[in-house]
């Protein structure tokens, strides 16, 4: 496999966001996990909404499916396979922040 044909990343300002964990599924599907940099909780006598909190994280999907044509000489089984791999992966991310956070993560990423 030619490196130029897959993967997924992201790009984070650290002086704005921190890192809690980076977990990749296979080239095709990595989560990530943000939170902001500075999310130490404030103390005060009467805080205001939200205020005195610890921010929550944010968990970010990056993914980048199989296209329809696939690679030259793959079968149309082949292509299949990748596809139904792809979406197993990309459940797996889902299911996996569901469980960490409770919420749902923001997908994001080239369908095809």
């Given at each position: 496999m030619d490196r130029s044909e897959q993967g997924t990343g992201f790009l984070v300002r650290s002086d704005s966001l921190r890192i809690v964990r980076f977990k990749p599924f296979s080239p095709r599907v990595s989560l990530i996990e943000i939170e902001p940099a500075n999310s130490t909780p404030t103390t005060g006598a009467a805080p205001a909404r939200g205020v005195g909190r610890k921010p929550q994280s944010s968990i970010v999907?990056?993914?980048?499916?199989?296209t329809e044509s696939g690679h030259k000489g793959q079968t149309a089984y082949d292509r299949a396979?990748?596809?139904?791999?792809f979406y197993a992966q990309l459940n797996d991310a889902i299911s996996e922040a569901r469980t960490s956070t409770g919420r749902y993560p923001l997908v994001c990423?080239?369908?095809?």
């Open positions: 999907i990056s993914c980048y499916a199989p396979v990748a596809l139904e791999e990423g080239d369908f095809n």
